[in-house]
């Protein structure tokens, strides 16, 4: 499949353990993103990566989030000492670019569950 | 900060036409993009606009008016599989700002 892969698709896990929740993009796509979306919301940024340089990282809504990227393939978010309000749907997204090539393809999403 | 209104919610019937409004004021503009979003799904891409103007792609359209911060998404047509929750999303350098999402429901 050439489209944006995710995993797990879904995670249920106790309050203050700490997951990592995994997007791989398309092959050849230099930016990749992470959003959060609640139930019934927008989508919500949480942080950019484009090719080497620094991430943006101005969406992470607290010093618990954090993300990696190994060069310009795959993606780790993880959420230390989760609360039950981290609960959501982490969708990742990659693009070409930016202007048109900026349109994002996104993978199907990790439902997070926090008990 | 970014600000991008849509409606919430929008019912309307088969084969009728629908008209979603966005309205944005963003701290940049490089381009406005509409996505649709399934129930349980990622969103897809439908339209860009990055010019004034009307769009048209099959049944849908999108209008752009930069100087007014004003797009519309337009379902013609409707199908009962075009019940979907329509995003928003102003491209501002790298990043998009998303709007809240239309629901968009269609009746028999």
């Known amino acids: 499949g050439a489209g944006v892969s995710q995993s797990p698709s879904n995670k249920v896990t106790e309050k203050g353990k700490d997951v990592e929740l995994r997007c791989d993009p398309i092959s050849g796509h230099t930016a990749l993103y992470w959003y959060r979306q609640r139930l019934g919301q927008g989508l919500e940024f949480l942080i950019y990566?484009?090719?080497?340089?620094?991430?943006?990282k101005s969406g992470l809504p607290s010093d618990r989030f954090s993300a990696e990227r190994t060069g310009e393939s795959v993606s780790t978010l993880t959420i230390q000492r989760t609360q039950q309000e981290d609960s959501a749907v982490y969708l990742c997204?990659?693009?070409?670019?930016?202007?048109?090539?900026?349109?994002?393809?996104f993978g199907p999403g990790t439902r997070l569950t926090v008990l | 900060g970014q600000n991008i209104d849509q409606p919430t919610e929008m019912t309307a019937t088969e084969g009728a036409i629908v008209q979603i409004n966005c309205t944005y004021q963003t701290s940049g503009f490089n381009g406005l993009f509409w996505y649709q979003q399934h129930a349980g799904e990622a969103p897809t891409f439908l339209s860009y606009n990055v010019l004034d103007g009307l769009e048209e792609k099959g049944r849908f359209s999108s209008f752009l008016s930069r100087s007014k911060g004003y797009s519309y998404l337009l379902l013609k047509e409707l199908q009962m599989k075009d019940s979907a929750s329509y995003l928003c999303a102003v491209d501002n350098d790298y990043k998009l700002s998303f709007g809240a999402g239309t629901t968009v429901t269609v009746r028999a």
């Open positions: 990566f484009q090719g080497n340089s620094a991430p943006d």
């Open positions: 997204a990659s693009s070409l670019g930016s202007g048109r090539l900026n349109e994002q393809f």
